[in-house]
């Protein structure tokens, strides 16, 4: 069968349930540099970013994509012209949307001289990222890493001559080659599932110039200061790891094959910092909005739907239920998220502007409920341990704070401690540990099944439950209590 690419993108025009892109891929410029060119990008910024296109008819927003660690977005996208399908799927039925806003894809082991030249272009005024919580490289306090591996590699070699491997490495000599070259200020907008997302990032990069010697970090972090913003940043669509089934339902919809294909549930939401120092695409012409202040928003999005997310994660899995939607099918489990939204989270949570939480909650539940959506459980329960503490002990924290017990986030933080003991569900579906910390975590845990045991195990490592938490009793025997009724 055919591929999709701009010689055959003509062929989809006719097909029931097909939508074109909204404007003509060719003739979109690049101006946009996005990081990890994963499903989420695709599915989310990539649509909104042709959607405002279309709205101004302004051509300068084409993408750039980078992958990070394989070329496979590449070998998937580069022989379509960066064409790709989003099967939106709903209860009411499966769309697909051809998006043409990614230009070109670059795997920057092969092209770094390609990528250099992106980052010193100045068409190019925004930089995006979606590296996943774990690509920033972290260390327990929140810092840069410096003893991480791929980090010390980047901070050992010439910034400016070597070939970085961290993702904060990529952006920081993107930055020192720009600082160099055209000088033109660059908004770097961090999209991925932080809290305070772009502070975040713009610490990381202040970490990494510092590390580096200091004729070259000092002044790279004062062209820095001048000429570079870090917005943050709200992201919310449901976007599944995509699967050969959903290819092939694709392909039957195009009448074409598609490589880069990623579904998606028909929700999407963008919240934005206002605070751009170059131009930037009129997102909100396709429904983003910018706005003074995010943190409330990044709040709701990650304590309610990330920690209900990640909860039922764990208890779905320990269940044997393989999505998200068979695990909300469960009352029981769906009471749990319920609980941990009703109870435990919006009572210590401050609403953005117009926001009713509860309803807001409610949506959240129901979106899970999307059958036509096979999100699975083991994916979302990767690398908990980067994950936990913004989802569900920042809840727990705050619940001390006000004089409240958590019970609910203590269930889900319960859920990813008898995750980890266990090596298969009660029906025995494989539970694979897919983490950073995997290797440390499954030898304190896996196949134990004393519950007391497990808890205090778990509870020793301090960059996931901080100093505080362990010191908590009524925490501590909340978790023994669950783990016990759940190994
Ligand atoms: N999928 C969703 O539903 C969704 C929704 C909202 C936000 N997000 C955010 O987007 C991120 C990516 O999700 P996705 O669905 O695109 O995942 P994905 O697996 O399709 O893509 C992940 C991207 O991150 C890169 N990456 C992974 N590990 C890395 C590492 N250690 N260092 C550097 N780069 C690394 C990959 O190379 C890839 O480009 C999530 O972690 C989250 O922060 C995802
Ligand atoms: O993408 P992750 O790995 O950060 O988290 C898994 C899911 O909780 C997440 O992707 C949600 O689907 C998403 O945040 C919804 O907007």
């Known amino acids: 069968m055919s591929r999709l690419s701009l010689a055959t993108l003509d062929l989809a025009r006719s097909r029931p349930n097909v939508t074109m892109p909204p404007v003509d891929p060719a003739g979109q410029q690049v101006g946009i540099l996005h990081l990890g060119i994963g499903a989420f990008h695709r599915a989310h910024q990539a649509v909104i970013t042709q ?185 919310d669509r449901i976007v599944p790891a995509t699967t050969a089934a959903d290819r092939a339902d694709g392909q039957a ?25 170059a131009a930037r695409p009129a997102w909100e012409r396709a429904g983003a909005q910018l706005t003074k202040d995010v943190a409330p928003y990044e709040l709701m999005k990650l304590r309610i739907l990330n920690g209900s997310h990640s909860t039922l994660a764990y208890l779905g899995a320990l269940a044997g239920y393989a999505t998200i939607a068979e695990t909300v099918g469960d009352e029981r489990l769906l009471a749990v998220a319920r609980g941990l939204i009703t109870e435990d989270v919006i009572p210590v949570l401050q609403a953005p502007d117009g926001t009713d939480l509860a309803a807001y909650g409610e949506q959240v539940l129901h979106r899970y409920t999307n059958p036509a959506l096979a999100h699975r459980t083991v994916q979302i329960a990767m690398d908990g341990s980067q994950k936990l503490p913004l989802r569900l002990l920042a809840t727990v924290r705050d619940n001390e704070r006000a004089g409240r017990q958590a019970r609910w986030a203590a269930r889900g933080v319960a859920a990813w401690m008898t995750y980890l003991a266990s090596p298969t569900a009660r029906t025995g579906m494989p539970l694979p540990v897919d983490d950073p910390l995997a290797a440390r975590l499954t030898a304190s845990v896996r196949g134990r099944t004393d519950a007391g045991g497990i808890v205090d195990a778990l509870l020793a490592y301090p960059e996931i439950f901080g100093a505080d938490l362990p010191d908590s009793a009524w925490f501590r025997a909340q978790l023994t209590e669950d783990v016990a009724e759940l190994l």
């Open 51 to 235: 959607e405002a296109a279309a709205a101004t008819g302004d051509t300068r927003w084409g993408i750039c994509g980078v992958t990070q660690r394989s070329d496979t977005v590449a070998r998937q996208l580069r022989p379509q012209d960066g064409l790709y399908g989003v099967l939106e799927r709903s209860p009411e039925g499966t769309r697909l949307q051809l998006t043409g806003s990614v230009r070109d894809v670059l795997y920057p082991e092969a092209q770094q001289d390609e990528l250099d030249a992106r980052f010193d272009d100045p068409a190019v005024t925004v930089i995006t990222l979606t590296v996943t919580e774990k690509g920033y490289r972290r260390a327990g306090n929140g810092r840069l890493d410096l003893t991480d591996p791929l980090v010390a590699a980047d901070l050992a070699s010439n910034p400016a001559a070597g070939r970085p491997v961290s993702a904060v490495g990529r952006l920081v000599r993107g930055l020192l080659l720009r600082s160099r070259g055209c000088g033109a200020p660059v908004t770097v907008l961090c999209c991925d599932n932080l809290n305070d997302n772009g502070t975040v990032v713009a610490g990381l990069v202040a970490d990494f110039c510092a590390a580096l010697p200091g004729a070259v970090g000092e002044p790279l972090a004062a062209w820095i200061e001048g000429n570079v913003s870090f917005p943050c940043s709200m992201v």
């Open 253 to 277: 919809l195009l009448g074409l094959a598609d490589e880069g294909l990623v579904v998606a549930e028909p929700f999407r939401q963008w919240v934005i910092e206002d605070s751009f120092v």
